[in-house]
């Protein structure tokens, strides 16, 4: 294992026992937001945070000064600064991998040069190469100056991509779709299933379209299948058309023209046709669910410009700084995490919801789901030992209003108990009144009614009060007590959303060294995929049928029969 401490077993400590102490008392007490914001006028002040785009407001969570006060200490004893400051600095905290987990080093700025050696590499000075490419890249696309093989502007870009080499993307591109400027759409594909594909070349002319793939490893069975298939639509596309003759030098040339490619494997990249100066990398210290700061953005960069990429990166930035130099009893995203953990071993929360009332934001929680279930869905700690306690939450969500009419009723009056991150802005790129009520403001007193509802609930009196049948009463009864924290921003732009992202990035890594887990690899993906090896060419060879499980043969036995 490389060279870093063992996890401290949370469970053991003297910190996990006093809020376990704690947590009775409170249920023996009986938690009561209502009561708990009656008794101290100043609870909202105490947990409301501001960061330079973001707003907090922590106080309809089921802490009270006394938990905040145990979390930071367990965070404390399991050696939350310590680690912390090794992830910055590049230990390999990643230890299955032996890799360094430096994500943070994607967003540091050109001046940091030379600041940050690891393992030989001045990671900054690296970073800001492959950004300035990118930047160059970007603009002759943007411009014009980039043209395909005919002379044409690109119009479209199909970026190929899955996980970490789509999620975020897709997820920003989404956000920020009002500041596109440059006429370049982007459309995604990620899924092997071919009506993805199929959907997404659908009308789109080979000869004003450019084709990222992108893939940390370029060995993604999807991304490659996908790869392979563009590049066959692309060149087929381009020959019907009569804009190349199909000869070696015309084809080599349409690759050129066509194909970029983002990798941390440029030797494969290389392989697969595309010119190496129209390849982009990163690094193995940079994870796929990390990463879409990395150049895994490009398909950004090309939609949205440098600058608004610039600004992206400043905001994830500033989020580090903050994380970094905040003492943790005031560092909410150290307290955010530290009361997920409240939530999952005390309260024994099984999922949480992430709902934002935006719907550029509607890709977000697709987006986390990847980042924290691919992070802390483990049962084994960093140093190959067992968990002592739960981990990893269920996260899942749908932007607000769509999902108060479809999944509220459970989180409302279901029998267990969901946190929720309600997410807002301020400000709407599309002002609209009907009649005389601006629609944001009733959009956004939806997103407040909700958490006040969750919190504060409504009583059997209230509801007799309405009239209501007795019989009838416990049915209408909101109990509250339900926790969700609530994050206001001024509007949803580039800075904003890199300071949303890394906030979420470091509340999974808080969660992680809690538990005692390595964040950062993913072995539990890698089954899957070696079975599908196997497994697929049973549907027509009878020996890999044979050697298949019962109910994986009467699958395919179905598949034959039907086919
Ligand atoms: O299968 C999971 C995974 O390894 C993710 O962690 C990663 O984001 C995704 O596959 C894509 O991998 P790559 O970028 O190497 O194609």
Redesign the pocket.
């Known amino acids: 294992m490389p060279d870093v401490p063992a996890p401290i077993d949370a469970t053991q400590t003297p910190e996990w026992k006093a809020l376990q102490d704690h947590f009775d008392s409170l249920q023996s007490k009986g938690i009561s937001l209502e009561d708990w914001f009656a008794a101290d006028p100043q609870r909202v002040q105490k947990l409301s945070f501001d960061l330079s785009d973001l707003h907090f407001d922590l106080s309809k969570n089921l802490v009270t000064d006394e938990t905040v006060k145990l979390l930071a200490a367990l965070g404390k004893a399991v050696g939350l600064e310590e680690r912390r400051a090794a992830m910055f600095s590049g230990v390999h905290i990643n230890t299955t991998e032996d890799r360094a987990v430096l994500h943070t080093a994607l967003r540091r700025p050109a001046s940091d040069a030379g600041k940050l050696i690891v393992d030989g590499q001045d990671c900054v000075k690296d970073v800001h190469e492959v950004l300035d490419r990118m930047y160059a890249f970007a603009d002759s696309v943007r411009s014009g100056e980039w043209k395909g093989v005919t002379g044409k502007k690109i119009e479209t870009v199909v970026s190929i991509?899955?996980?970490?080499?789509?999620?975020g993307p897709v997820m920003v591109y989404e956000a920020l779709k009002p500041y596109a400027d440059a006429g370049i759409s982007v459309r995604y594909v990620s899924n092997i299933d071919p009506n993805d594909m199929a959907e997404k070349v659908k009308g789109l002319d080979p000869e004003t379209t450019l084709v990222v793939i992108?893939?940390?490893?370029?060995?993604?069975l999807?991304?490659m299948t996908n790869a392979r298939e563009a590049r066959t639509w692309l060149l087929e596309g381009l020959k019907a058309q009569g804009a190349i003759d199909g000869s070696d030098a015309s084809v080599a040339d349409a690759i050129k023209k066509h194909f970029v490619a983002v990798?941390t494997n440029l030797e494969l990249v290389e392989q697969f046709g595309i010119d190496p100066a129209n390849a982009f990398g990163f690094w193995s210290w940079v994870?796929?669910?990390y990463?879409v700061d990395a150049a895994?953005g490009l398909s950004l960069i090309i939609a949205f410009g440098p600058q608004m990429f610039k600004d992206f990166l400043a905001g994830f930035h500033d989020l580090d700084i903050y994380f970094c130099e905040t003492p943790l009893e005031q560092n909410v995203v150290a307290l955010m995490g530290l009361i997920n953990v409240w939530y999952v071993n005390f309260f024994k929360a099984a999922s949480h919801a992430v709902l934002p009332y935006n719907q550029y934001l509607h890709r977000f929680p697709a987006y986390l789901q990847?980042l924290t279930m691919?992070s802390n869905g483990k049962s084994t700690r960093w140093d190959g030992t067992p968990v002592t306690s739960d981990t990893g939450e269920i996260f899942w969500g749908e932007a607000g209003t769509n999902g108060q009419h479809a999944f509220y009723q459970l989180i409302h009056q279901g029998t267990r108990m969901i946190p929720a991150d309600f997410i807002a802005f301020v400000n709407t790129p599309n002002p609209t009144k009907d009649g005389d009520q601006d629609v944001h403001e009733l959009f956004l007193g939806n997103f407040l009614a909700q958490t006040k509802a969750l919190a504060f609930g409504k009583t059997a009196d209230e509801v007799r009060a309405e009239g209501t049948a007795e019989w009838m009463v416990p049915a209408r009864v909101f109990t509250g007590n339900r926790p969700t924290t609530s994050i206001f921003g001024d509007t949803l732009n580039a800075h904003a959303l890199g300071e949303l992202i890394a906030l979420y990035e470091h509340i999974t890594f808080v969660e992680g060294t809690v538990w005692g887990l390595d964040s950062y690899d993913?072995w539990g993906?890698?089954l899957g995929?070696q079975l599908a090896k196997q497994i697929t060419p049973a549907f027509h060879d009878d020996e890999a049928l044979a050697a298949q499980d019962a109910s994986t043969k009467a699958l395919i036995a179905y598949y034959r029969a039907h086919r």
Do not use: A
Request: glycine share 18%.
């Open positions: 991509g899955i996980g970490g080499s789509d999620l992108v893939s940390k490893t370029f060995t993604t999807e991304t990798s994870g796929g669910r990463s895994v990847q691919e993913q993906v890698e995929k």
